[in-house]
């Protein structure tokens, strides 16, 4: 099946599709999820199992990894911005392999320079979280005929905005409520991946 076959006409065709067609279409787009979450796993622990890689991470006066970090972000931000404008970038090969082992690499970096920022027990229950939630949305993806995709635009909207709104309010509530700051972190980093499992099933189906 070409990749215009999966493209959504009037956001029915992929529930219209035939069981082989779905199972190859969940095949190749969780394939890819797979290989991202693996590589950005795989950078993330490394790091973490790098006593002296982790602390220069941490070091503020690394200007180095700062600037690799702000650089990391413009590509990123750079090739999603063309994935999403230019058709051809993503439906041509091997274009589209390009830019998306770019995306995953900048990406990798990032969340290993963030989570380098945090204890080793709060990396580690992120990461099965979500995981557990990639698996889980994968499974259903196989046997599912329902088509989330035309809530895609209106549920981007308002997931960034409660994103936004939700972690404003449990920064202000760390600052003024010290105790708090313990469950802040776990509760937000659950939120997140609560999120980020509405933005795959929606993207995805």
């Keep these: 099946m070409s990749e215009d076959k999966y493209q959504h006409q009037g956001g029915s065709?992929?529930?219209?599709?035939?069981?082989?067609?779905?199972?190859?279409?969940?095949?190749?787009?969780?394939?890819?999820?797979?290989?991202?979450?693996?590589v950005t796993f795989g950078c993330v622990a490394a790091v973490k199992f790098s006593p002296e890689t982790n602390a220069s991470l941490q070091d503020p006066n690394n200007t180095t990894a700062m600037g690799i970090f702000i650089a990391a972000c413009v590509i990123a931000l750079f090739t999603q911005c063309a994935v999403m404008c230019c058709k051809s970038v993503a439906r041509t090969v091997p274009t589209n392999y390009i830019a998306i082992?770019?995306?995953?690499?900048?990406?990798?970096?990032?969340?290993?320079?963030?989570?380098?920022?945090?204890?080793?027990?709060?990396?580690?229950?992120?990461?099965?979280?979500?995981?557990?939630?990639?698996i889980t949305l994968t499974i259903y993806a196989m046997f599912t005929k329902a088509d989330f995709t035309t809530l895609c635009g209106p549920f981007a909207c308002f997931g960034l905005l409660l994103i936004i709104c939700v972690q404003m309010l449990l920064s202000v509530l760390s600052i003024f409520i010290f105790e708090f700051t313990d469950t802040y972190i776990p509760f937000a980093a659950g939120f997140c991946v609560i999120i980020y499992g509405l933005f795959l099933i929606i993207d995805t189906q």
């Design 101 to 134: 082992s770019l995306f995953t690499s900048c990406w990798a970096y990032l969340l290993t320079f963030i989570c380098a920022q945090y204890e080793a027990s709060i990396v580690l229950m992120a990461s099965v979280s979500t995981a557990a939630i990639t």
């Design 13 to 38: 065709l992929l529930a219209d599709c035939d069981d082989d067609d779905r199972r190859d279409f969940v095949k190749k787009v969780y394939g890819i999820l797979a290989t991202q979450l693996t």
